[in-house]
């Protein structure tokens, strides 16, 4: 109904204006400079209408070529993209696969159109180190680093864990070093440091870079007791290789008081003090030692020492027996410090029961040598013969 009252009204409208234009028809008139045009006033109106009309039609035309060549780029965006997935995927796999020369191709390739170039020059990397091509490798790295530079930490570690992998120790502890300058707390970068360190026998910087490790919780409890442990026998070792006895001494005062007591540590200690002819300290570090935790090895070098006192050192050594009376370590070293205060039959005892309860080749050789020191040689050879035999079957 609305439709046909507003045709009527258009009908009407037009019956008008034909009424008007044949009642007086009117003229327009255009001149430029010697040119002049005169037309019918209506032919004049219909011509601007359908001017505009056209002006119109063709601004829509170029407004739906201009969205078909809009959506024709974001078709050919999408579809490269696509392709650029597929095959990242596949150069992914084929990574995973070993095949490193295909994976680095298609990884490449798909560089350029990816919407994570990052990943994709990463691991390339990885291919390119397997190939043995570091240069390709380290020109990866950069790339991977141009095209997202917010990834300088993610872009380090790759960089640092193939060169660890290719065992460039040094030119991986140059790449972490910088990046524990950018995350002196990143978890990952701290094990790493700390296994290079490891690996490089650099016990100094292990040490200052300890207490970081145990802030950031890297080890667990028992991983970092082990780790201070390595870490001041290390010390311990190269100040006595270094033949300097202040860094000895440095290292033991400066190490947690819990590790004086553990056996590697003061053992190595131990040694170096009886080097030094410092027994009486060590004899004393040992009894303290060995008052808070039993332990063989630690017994074993007190048999060794020479102390001042030899015959309060057994002394000490027999109170131990009423409470460890079957400890083989222990009649060995009994043994040994009645040969030091020449009780030969004592120690024969000590000595006989400890091969009697543990034959080792430690035993038969200090029997052997004082059954010389009585006289006893036959039966010192046996002795001797008997040890070596235990010493081939191991």
Same mark, same amino acid.
């Given at each position: ?189 701290? *094990? ?82 009886? *080097? ?119």
């Amino acid at each position: 109904m609305k439709l046909l009252v507003l045709f009527l009204s258009v009908l009407l409208l037009f019956v008008w204006l034909g009424l008007q234009i044949q009642a007086d028809p009117g003229y327009v008139l255009l001149a430029y400079h010697q040119w002049t045009v005169e037309t019918p006033l209506w032919f004049a109106i219909a011509s601007v209408v359908l001017a505009f009309i056209l002006l119109h039609l063709f601004l829509r035309l170029l407004t739906k070529l201009s969205g078909m060549t809009t959506r024709w780029r974001l078709w050919a965006k999408q579809r490269r993209l696509r392709r650029a997935h597929e095959r990242t995927s596949r150069g992914l796999i084929e990574l995973a696969e070993g095949r490193w020369q295909t994976a680095e191709k298609n990884l490449l390739k798909a560089a350029q159109d990816t919407d994570m170039p990052l990943i994709n020059y990463l691991s390339a990397a990885r291919a390119a180190q397997e190939l043995g091509e570091d240069d390709r490798r380290d020109d990866y790295l950069h790339k991977a680093h141009s095209v997202m530079p917010s990834a300088e930490i993610a872009v380090g570690l790759t960089q640092a864990q193939l060169q660890l992998n290719h065992h460039q120790l040094e030119q991986s502890l140059a790449t972490l070093r910088r990046l524990h300058d950018l995350a002196p707390r990143h978890a990952y970068i701290l *094990k790493l440091l700390q296994g290079i360190y490891l690996d490089l026998q650099d016990y100094d910087n292990l040490e200052a870079l300890s207490p970081s490790l145990k802030k950031a919780k890297v080890l667990t409890p028992f991983e970092y007791a082990s780790l201070q442990q390595k870490i001041y026998l290390g010390l311990l070792q190269q100040a006595e290789k270094g033949h300097d006895p202040a860094a000895v001494e440095s290292v033991w005062y400066r190490m947690p008081k819990e590790l004086h007591h553990e056996p590697g540590i003061l053992i190595q200690y131990v040694r170096y003090l009886m *080097k030094t002819h410092q027994a009486t300290l060590a004899e004393q570090l040992l009894q303290t030692a060995l008052k808070k935790k039993w332990d063989t090895t630690l017994v074993t070098y007190y048999g060794l020492l020479e102390s001042e006192d030899a015959q309060k050192q057994l002394q000490h050594a027999e109170y131990w027996l009423k409470l460890h009376p079957e400890d083989p370590a222990l009649l060995l070293c009994l043994g040994r410090l009645c040969i030091r205060n020449q009780l030969w039959g004592k120690a024969r005892s000590y000595l006989e029961t400890c091969i009697a309860l543990a034959p080792s080749a430690e035993a038969y050789a200090t029997l052997a040598q004082l059954l010389e020191k009585m006289g006893e040689q036959t039966q010192a050879n046996q002795c001797y013969r008997k040890g070596l035999l235990l010493v081939q079957r191991i």
